[in-house]
């Protein structure tokens, strides 16, 4: 029987295969058995380690005598048979007495080869599987582990950083209250110390004029004395205010050196939650974050704003994945894009069709070809024209419907067509789309414009206020062409700014309240729901102020130029206490802007805000980008 020595030549692999074996006389001509069943405890090149139980004593002393080998037939997992041995006896062991359990070394003494490797690569592969797979899913595990960790470490480091500048804007503001009551008071003590000295001065003429009576002048110079003293004291009050408000103006100024950095880390953060959630498949971004009822939804008007931004980023390669969308799978309607789609798959999500959306798409194309410098968009923008004139050649008056199967004209509507007909003629030079314009406007002057009480109406026989009409026929039409057609643009924005600025308190995600003075949809005193402040529509006439703010300067007009500066830096400083934290895995914590301070009310115009406190709105972070960034999406910039 041969040695351990020889019988560890071989590598052995931990491995159990079922084996059916029968015992053959020596000559192997005779079979002295009938099948019998064991299985591998280990596998060689040159032969198993075969345990077998319950073995008949007679049987185990044939084995144990060496008088017999073994015909093998060794089970494979996933192979159509068994692979045949024969073997001799190289170690023989009763494990177990009681059970009559054994273990045979045995020695091939005819395998095929290639059947023999297969077994081994087989035992090979499963004394391996098993750490490597371990090891696989260990760092699979670790992995997802360090991921949802720093996932959770940057959910908190961005829902920290909008903290930050919220917290740090309240500061501001009430720095700022301080400054203005200081400021009232110095007033008033210059003011009173102004009186004092006056007085004391005609107390010192008439004791000049009385300076034979005595006792007068005793009196005068009592009176003098005393005004003396009281302007003292009004003085040390003055020097004590003055230093007071030093000390507070130093704090503003840290504070706004802190809130502008903040301010530039949130924008960076609501661009990149505009980013993330770019379907990859379609390139849509849903409109809403928040709202299930809408939560798969993309509105055009949305992808429009979504395409400048990722434009004014020089995000090129965003851009285009939305225009190619539109320009190669959506679906049409007449050759007009419906009013929204769905983002994993860009479905209709309703087949309504609106001339509005279709010029901000147009819009969209017109700016992102400015800037990039890319042509092929260009023919889209031409077909939402085309068919944008075949619907204003039906209006004898040049006007523009809401839809080719609407009655309703709308103001913006037709707002949006001539800012869309200007800039497609800078782009092309076509004089066909001058005409389109000035019939637009032509329109705009028999029906928007045409009342001195309200000096812009929703729409055709419509006298609804309605606070983007305002804002956009400063950015559409600009400050000099309305003066030319005797419009007041002063008088535009500061009716927009009696009727439908407000202040509401604003319950933020976190349950904290705070004021927020901003722009409503409409009139407050016309809705029993009481203000609502609108990111978007309020980031609009930001830009107004800001346009009348340049229009002011270029005419050296200094003073009003600043005034308008400074409301559009007012409200723009607003907009940040109204930045939330994304609520979803996706947007990580990012800040964004939801569509209004309330959720789920009547806007005043025909639809309702969407529903969620958290709710992230395209239109409320693209907007806000707008203004502080100082981009006016109805114009294209030279």
């Known amino acids: 029987m041969p040695q351990d020595s020889e019988r560890r030549k071989y590598l052995r692999l931990d491995s159990v295969l079922p084996v059916q074996f029968r015992l053959l006389s020596l000559d192997g001509k005779i079979f002295l058995s009938d099948w019998l069943q064991g299985f591998t405890c280990n596998i060689s090149k040159g032969g198993i380690g075969l345990s077998i139980n319950n073995l008949n004593p007679a049987t185990a002393e044939l084995i144990k005598s060496g008088q017999a080998k073994f015909c093998l037939q060794i089970e494979m997992p996933l192979t ?93 503001s009430v720095a700022k209250q301080k400054i203005k009551e200081i400021t009232r008071e110095r007033e008033e003590l210059k003011t009173n110390i102004q009186g004092l000295e006056m007085r004391i001065r005609d107390l010192g003429q008439e004791k000049t004029l009385n300076k034979d009576e005595s006792k007068k002048t005793s009196l005068l110079n009592f009176q003098i004395e005393k ?48 980013s993330v959630h770019q379907n990859p498949r379609t390139g849509l971004v849903m409109s809403f974050e928040g709202d299930s009822d809408i939560a798969e939804w993309a509105f055009v008007y949305d992808q429009s704003l979504v395409v400048q931004a990722y434009t004014l980023f020089s995000d090129f390669p965003r851009a285009k994945k939305i225009l190619d969308f539109f320009d190669k799978k959506a679906k049409r309607i007449d050759g007009r894009f419906i009013n929204a789609y769905y983002v994993k798959d860009g479905a209709p999500a309703e087949y309504t069709v609106h001339c509005g959306p279709n010029l901000w798409l147009g819009i969209a194309v017109l700016q992102y070809t400015k800037k990039s410098q890319d042509l092929s968009y260009l023919p889209m923008a031409e077909d939402i024209a085309e068919a944008t004139i075949y619907l204003q050649d039906q209006d004898a008056e040049g006007g523009l419907k809401g839809g080719p199967n609407t009655d309703w004209y709308a103001t913006e509507h037709n707002l949006d067509g001539y800012a869309f007909f200007n800039m497609l003629y800078k782009l092309t030079g076509k004089q066909r789309y001058v005409s389109a314009r000035d019939k ?9 414009y045409d009342q001195p009480d309200i000096p812009i109406k929703r729409g055709k026989g419509d006298a609804t206020i309605a606070t983007d009409t305002y804002a956009w026929s400063i950015a559409a039409i600009g400050p000099q062409k309305l ?70 300067y270029k005419k050296d007009m200094v003073a009003k130029a600043r005034g308008y500066e400074q409301k559009a830096d007012e409200y723009l400083a607003q907009l940040g206490n109204l930045l939330i934290s994304s609520p979803s895995p996706s947007g990580q914590g990012e800040g ?13 115009h025909g639809w309702i805000t969407p529903k969620g406190k958290a709710t992230g709105s395209i239109a409320g972070t693209a907007y806000t980008l707008f203004a502080y960034y100082n981009y006016n999406p109805l114009d294209l910039k030279d």
Not at 250 to 260: I, N, P, Q, S, T
Not at 440 to 448: C, F, I, P, R, T
């Open 80 to 172: 159509k048979g068994p692979v045949g041995a024969i073997a001799g006896l190289a170690h023989w062991e009763q494990v177990n007495q009681a059970e009559n359990r054994y273990f045979a070394g045995l020695s091939y003494e005819d395998i095929d080869k290639l059947q023999n490797l297969r077994i081994l690569r087989y035992a090979r592969t499963k004394r391996y599987f098993a750490p490597w797979a371990m090891a696989i899913i260990l760092l699979l595990f670790i992995g997802f582990a360090l991921d949802g960790y720093l996932n959770l470490r940057l959910v908190r480091g961005n829902k920290a950083l909008v903290e930050q500048l919220i917290k740090i804007l309240q500061e501001s």
């Open 227 to 274: 005004l003396i003293q009281e302007k003292a004291s009004l003085q040390d009050k003055l020097i004590g205010l003055q230093s007071k408000e030093s000390v507070v103006t130093e704090e503003l100024l840290m504070m706004d050196k802190r809130k502008a950095v903040l301010e530039k880390a949130n924008l960076d953060k609501m661009y990149h939650w505009l």
């Open 440 to 448: 637009v406007l032509n329109w705009l002057l028999l029906h928007a």
């Open 483 to 552: 003066q030319e057609l005797n419009l007041n643009p002063d008088q535009i924005v500061e009716f927009a700014e009696q009727n439908c600025a407000v202040e509401v308190n604003y319950l933020r995600p976190d349950g904290q309240s705070v004021k927020i003075k901003g722009f409503d949809f409409a009139p407050k005193q016309h809705l029993s729901r009481g203000g609502v402040v609108s990111p978007e529509w309020t980031s609009q006439m930001i830009m107004a102020f800001k346009i009348l703010a340049d229009y002011y």
């Open 592 to 604: 964004c802007l939801p569509y209004a301070t309330q959720e789920a009310v009547d806007t005043g």
